[in-house]
């Protein structure tokens, strides 16, 4: 069983900050990409920022300049310094990671945190 938790959502003013942080727990053997996507009512899921095992990342052109993804190996965790937020950022944003969680295989499947609300908003 592999557990992904997020925490540091909340409600923040237009231009403030917020820090949000997810770590994975269970069985597992390595952790190859992490990332955050967030998601609003009656639209997909939509890339937030990646960061590949090497520390590689990409971000969507929205948040450029505005955000940090950055992880830790040796805990199994994965951060978003979120700056400059505006009320388009308004959205449930959820952890990705991609997880290898036996030797049986070398395949790294797809686990999902459950979600933590940001509120942008004065």
């Known amino acids: 069983q592999v557990q992904l938790v997020e925490s540091g959502g909340g409600l923040v003013q237009p231009g403030g900050s917020l820090r949000l942080s997810c770590a994975a727990s269970?069985?597992?053997?390595?952790?190859?990409?992490m990332a955050w996507y967030r998601q609003v009512p009656g639209k997909e899921r939509e890339l937030v920022a990646g960061?590949?095992?090497?520390?590689?990342?990409n971000y969507a052109d929205s948040v450029k300049g505005r955000f940090t993804i950055s992880r830790d190996n040796a805990k199994n965790t994965v951060s978003l310094q979120m700056t400059s937020l505006k009320p388009e950022d308004t959205a449930v944003y959820y952890c990705?990671?991609?997880?290898?969680?036996?030797?049986?295989?070398?395949?790294?499947?797809?686990?999902w945190g459950q979600g933590t609300q940001v509120t942008v908003s004065s």
């Open positions: 990705n990671a991609q997880i290898r969680t036996t030797f049986l295989s070398s395949n790294y499947g797809a686990y």
């Open positions: 269970g069985r597992i053997l390595s952790i190859n990409a």
């Open positions: 960061i590949t095992s090497g520390g590689s990342t």
